[in-house]
T-cell receptor, first 114, second 114 residues
Framework: SQKIEQNSEALNIQEGKTATLTCNYTNYSPAYLQWYRQDPGRGPVFLLLIRENEKEKRKERLKVTFDTTLKQSLFHITASQPADSATYLCALSRGSSNTGKLIFGQGTTLQVKP | DADVTQTPRNRITKTGKRIMLECSQTKGHDRMYWYRQDPGLGLRLIYYSFDVKDINKGEISDGYSVSRQAQAKFSLSLESAIPNQTALYFC?????????????FGPGTRLLVL
């Protein structure tokens, strides 16, 4: 069956360090993968998109990698700050066409300590 | 995101009651979605609509119905609420330009069914 897995355990790191979050999937061939940030009591907010033919994408302190062989995406936040504390969701497109539907992982909570 | 609004933000109801959650958007997007979020399960798609005349079931539509009153409005109804429908509900929109799907979420409605 199709499955997306994110580390359900919270990730605790010290301010200034790099946070790395993992998203693994099985039985999908997504055209692209996205990362969203969700703060408590609020809706997810889009951060980055990476396509199946891209290995890496960067935006300011954020970096996403996409390995379609391993079926894995890594999401990095460099020079982390307490304000980066949130839950991060990965989302995959359903199939190779723009079907308008995303499949979300359950999210990983990041806590950055000062 | 103020462009996508949801009402009410919080609701307590009793088993067997019919309730409606409303979503409005000013982004001019054609596509709208309803999700529910439960701890440890991530976002699950209930219904989606690609335009006013196009309504589709998501992965967990049983016990729910929707109405797309206009491009900007998409309502979710629980015909006869039950306690396991207690959850956080999100409305989202997306546009159809390009070959990618980025979704914009409302602030959510927290529903408690007693």
């Amino acid at each position: 069956s199709q499955k997306i897995e994110q580390n359900s355990e919270a990730l605790n790191i010290q301010e200034g360090k790099t946070a790395t979050l993992t998203c693994n999937y099985t039985n999908y061939s997504p055209a692209y993968l996205q990362w969203y940030r969700q703060d408590p009591g609020r809706g997810p907010v889009f951060l980055l998109l990476i396509r199946e033919n891209e290995k890496e994408k960067r935006k300011e302190r954020l970096k996403v990698t996409f390995d379609t062989t391993l079926k894995q995406s890594l999401f990095h936040i460099t020079a982390s700050q307490p304000a980066d504390s949130a839950t991060y969701l990965c989302a995959l497109s359903r199939g190779s066409s723009n079907t308008g539907k995303l499949i979300f992982g359950q999210g990983t909570t990041l806590q950055v300590k000062p | 995101d103020a462009d996508v609004t949801q009402t009410p933000r919080n609701r307590i109801t009793k088993t067997g009651k019919r309730i409606m959650l409303e979503c409005s958007q000013t982004k001019g997007h054609d596509r709208m979605y309803w999700y529910r979020q439960d701890p440890g399960l991530g976002l699950r798609l209930i219904y989606y609509s690609f335009d006013v005349k196009d309504i589709n079931k998501g992965e967990i539509s049983d016990g729910y119905s929707v109405s797309r009153q206009a491009q900007a409005k998409f309502s979710l109804s629980l015909e006869s609420a039950i306690p396991n429908q207690t959850a956080l509900y999100f409305c989202a929109t997306s546009d159809t330009s390009g070959d990618q799907e980025t979704q914009y979420f409302g602030p959510g409605t927290r529903l408690l069914v007693l």
